[in-house]
């Protein structure tokens, strides 16, 4: 049995695919807000595939724990390097396991959330992504934005104690404007029809409550694009730990387990620059041998 971390992927079976790629070279290019199952099966994954041919190394991923829940992610994340392993279940009972190492920092903002502002206003953040569930979005009944949430609120009487990813977004934002640093593209992921027109709408909704100048610059100047994403991704369970350890060998705090379908497709409206995704390097088929 092999305990999953950056020392020990030498270590692991050669059934098991691990980054072929240096993750020491790899610069954070993303932060993403929400690190659950689904960015660990999907986003991460395409990066992954993109760094194995060589690609996007200056587009290594921040992931952020937003909630006080997320702290058992960042431990995992701690004590395994910012490693995970995918496992794909195929319907015929054949099981693909690889070790991703797109993600090369993790950060949980309830203890520090200036330095998750301090990260997506760095000017080598050109992307910030989300996953932060359709009901991340604060949308009241009457489609607008919900200007009585007490978290809201919280983070505009209490600047320097963000909670929200509307606080902590729009604060980066506000100071790469003041800097002279050029907005990041907020990319959602979430399974939300016109998820960019929507993540638009909120952004610039709790902008202008700091106030409406702020708002008008977040809707107009700040891209938003929207993207359709599709990837079974359960819950991992107490199972999945043991199957991976017993078919794999290999120990993970954490592990994702999804099917072998995945797709993602994605506005092109990135001012500041994208990974080359659309390239067959982010195609990963059943017969492809891992990479080591």
């Known amino acids: 049995m092999t305990l999953l971390s950056g020392a020990t992927l030498d270590r692991l079976p050669r059934s098991v695919g691990v980054p072929g790629y240096d993750r020491g070279a790899v610069r954070v290019g993303i932060v993403h807000l929400g690190v659950g199952g689904f960015h660990r099966s999907h986003q991460a994954v395409y990066l992954d595939r993109l760094m194995n041919a060589g ?74 992504s989300l996953t932060i569930t359709e009901g991340g979005y604060n949308i009241s009944a009457d489609g607008g934005f919900d200007v009585t949430d007490p978290a809201v609120l919280a983070d505009l009487a209490s600047p320097s104690a963000l909670t929200t990813a509307f606080g902590l977004v729009t604060e980066a934002l506000v100071r790469r404007r003041e800097r002279g640093v050029p907005p990041f593209t907020v990319m959602s992921c979430d399974n939300v029809p016109g998820n960019g027109d929507v993540a638009r709408r909120s952004f610039a909704a709790y ?30 369970n107490d199972d999945d730990r043991a199957e991976l350890a017993d078919r794999f060998g290999v120990e993970d705090g954490w592990p994702v387990v999804c099917e072998p379908f995945s797709q993602w497709v994605l506005e092109d409206g990135f001012p500041g620059g994208r990974p080359r995704w659309r390239t067959p390097a982010c195609r990963w088929s059943r017969t492809s041998p891992p990479t080591s």
């Open 55 to 128: 690609a996007a190394l200056d587009w290594g991923i921040c992931g952020v724990g937003v909630l006080p829940a997320d702290r058992r992610m960042a431990q995992v994340m701690a004590e395994q390097d910012c490693l995970w392993t995918v496992v794909v279940r195929h319907p015929d009972g054949f099981l693909e396991a690889r070790v991703v190492g797109s993600m090369v920092e993790y950060l949980l903002a309830p203890d520090d959330p200036d330095t998750v502002v301090e990260r997506m206003a760095d000017p080598r953040v050109r992307i910030v």
């Open 207 to 236: 902008a202008a409550l700091r106030g409406p100048a702020l708002g008008e610059w977040v809707a107009a100047e700040v891209a938003f694009p929207n993207s359709m994403v599709d990837r079974i991704t359960p819950a991992t």
